[in-house]
């Protein structure tokens, strides 16, 4: 598992203890209504969707990081989570499809920091990961979204059926992927600057 390090944020695997930071992002009113329809989760759905993003990097070596914003180089203030995902079902003719994912506080939004996270983790997947591509399937009135995929290097394909509903198709390669600068990534046994 690995860590990431851009100049503002820090990115690091989840683990059991952040059921409540989860639960705190799940159930912001900005949140909610932009992902959820407008119904608030349980505690239990938050983390039965901790355990999934812990079993998700067991079984990939990657995943969504929680992402934190630095306060005088330490990590201090949870900002939400950005990472890739296997599709699986929900793509079932592409299931070995990896997207991107980020989900932000309403309080980090709008301040760069989703694009910021959003170049590091497609780096990462080009980089580390040697994937050929990465997608994001966005809801159409998701534009903040968009802007921001588009600002690290996706292009819109098209729309797309993902999960029973109509969503925006994207797709980044490493030849169009914003690279961010001084990014570092921290693994159990080394560091690596990039």
Known sequence: MYILETPRLILRPPS?????LLH???SDPFV???VRDGVYPTIEQSKAA????INHW????FGLWMLFVKDEGQARKFAGYCGLRCCGLCLPEDPN?????TRLHLA???KGIAVEAGRAVVQFAFEHLKLEKVTAFIRPSNTRSLRK?????FSYVGDRIYDNMVMRYCEVFPETAVEIENLVILNYEEQIVV
Do not use: M
């Open 16 to 20: 059991h203890s952040d059921e409540l």
């Open 24 to 26: 705190g992002l799940n």
């Open 32 to 34: 909610v209504n932009a």
């Open 50 to 53: 901790l355990r999934e993003f």
């Open 58 to 61: 067991q079984h990939n070596r």
């Open 97 to 101: 499809n990896v997207e991107i994912v």
């Open 108 to 110: 980090a939004s709008g």
């Open 149 to 153: 995929n588009l600002k690290v290097g």
